[in-house]
């Protein structure tokens, strides 16, 4: 079994800035598609950002230009940098990797962001 271990959430004010990281609990050496989603109160679960085992890239309209998602290939540790934060911004944060066949689909535990001033 493997569990993905997030960090980087915090409380920022509107235009700043948050880099996330998601770390699998073990040493994977293979590619895998992996991804971020976040849910606000009330609302359901969403997709952020994705990318692909070959590296292609995905990413929710409003995210465009300000996230950008990337990845360790040497160990699967995955990113989301976070730009021009906005109050909508905030939500837990989910990080979601299909490791199919393996151990199939995981998720993180979320961490909080909140923007807010």
Do not use: H
Not at 48 to 53: G, L, M, P, Q, Y
Not at 62 to 82: C, D, H, P, W
Not at 101 to 109: A, D, E, F, R, Y
């Amino acid at each position: 079994q493997v569990q993905l271990v997030e960090s980087g959430g915090g409380v920022v004010w509107p235009g700043g800035s948050l880099r996330l990281s998601c770390a699998p609990s073990r040493t994977i050496y293979a590619l895998y598609p992996m991804a971020w989603y976040r849910q606000a109160p009330g609302k359901q679960r969403d997709l952020v950002a994705s990318i692909d085992d070959d590296g292609k890239t995905n990413y929710e309209d409003s995210v465009k230009g300000r996230f950008t998602i990337s990845r360790e290939s040497a160990n699967n540790t995955l990113y989301l940098q976070m730009n021009s934060l906005k109050p909508d911004d905030t939500a837990v944060y989910y990080c979601y990797a299909d490791f199919r066949g393996t151990w199939g689909p995981t998720w993180g535990q979320g961490t909080q962001v909140t923007v807010s001033s």
